[in-house]
């Protein structure tokens, strides 16, 4: 699509992209402000076409922030971190010169082993370092276009262990509490573009129903490995009080920790999901 043609198509905002086939910065938009239901329908509209959206110079409130994830859908509240005070929806993202680990240093999907998987991530971030701190994304959908046909129809129809107790086990050392574990399948269709997506990921899938454990392993080794392309990924980099919001289903993303002892922060909110179908 021409850079005129996407002006044309969106009337509330400009798109610049940031790769080829996935990710746009959006400009002339003010977040904070109340958002019309033309602009809200054209930000649904642009996460679909693009996964990753990006916006600067946005100082927003915590009400704007959950006002912009609503747009999307109800907002999810996460099921290991608490909420902030007065708003359990947004989560508090910090890092500094006394950090021991920062979370999401794996490619991973928010809270994949939920039984309804988060559709969506929003990333505000009103402190940064002055280099670094990227986050990379990648695209699932353009991951799976790259599979081979048997290799499509081989995936087709196995369903996968998310399983969120060793990774917040090994953060909390709360090895006593029990966290989400569930079965979603290796390929899922999305539902709102409803396009073929692969829902694995390094961080929370274990095992593949219904393989031998060595067949089950090299399959994931196999798709973690092919996830892995460069073709596939863009990174996102940080300025004060920009916001990212991506599609939680058909990206998978990681946060880069190059910038310690420096101070990076801000807030998340979550918008829930549904449960996947294949």
């Not at 600067?56 to 959950?66: G, L, V």
């Not at 680990?101 to 940064?128: C, F, K, M, Q, R």
């Not at 709102?192 to 219904?210: A, L, M, P, Q």
Request: glycine letters at 6%; aromatic letters at 12%.
């Amino acid at each position: 699509m021409s850079k005129s043609s996407e002006k044309k198509k969106y009337q509330s905002f400009s798109v610049k992209r940031l790769t080829p086939y996935m990710g746009a910065e959006l400009s002339d938009i003010d977040l904070e402000q109340a958002i019309g239901d033309e602009a809200a329908e054209e930000l649904r509209s642009a996460l679909t076409q693009y996964q990753v959206l990006g916006f600067r110079n946005q100082e927003i409130s915590h009400e704007a922030h959950k006002t912009m994830g609503k747009i999307y859908g109800p907002l999810a509240i996460h099921f290991a971190v608490p909420g902030i005070e007065e708003h359990p929806e947004i989560v508090a993202i910090h890092a500094d010169a006394d950090s021991k680990y920062v979370a999401g240093e794996n490619w991973h999907a928010d809270l994949s082993a939920s039984d309804e998987p988060p559709l969506g991530s929003i990333l505000y971030l009103h402190t940064v370092p002055e280099t670094g701190g990227d986050t990379c994304f990648c695209s699932m959908t353009k991951a799976y276009d790259a599979l081979s046909d048997k290799m499509k129809d081989y995936l087709d129809g196995l369903y996968a262990m998310h399983d969120s107790n060793p990774v917040y086990h090994r953060l909390f050392k709360d090895y006593d509490k029990r966290y989400p574990a569930t079965i979603h399948p290796v390929i899922a269709r999305h539902p709102r573009s409803g396009k073929k997506f692969i829902f694995v990921n390094s961080s929370n899938t274990t095992y593949i129903e219904g393989l031998p454990k060595e067949e089950s392993d090299a399959i994931l080794n196999f798709l973690f490995d092919h996830i892995k392309n460069p073709n596939f990924q863009m990174r996102f980099t940080w300025e004060p009080h920009s916001i990212v919001m991506w599609d939680n289903l058909a990206v998978q993303h990681l946060a880069v920790w190059d910038y310690f002892p420096n101070v990076r922060s801000g807030f998340r909110v979550t918008v829930a999901g549904e449960k996947l179908s294949a």
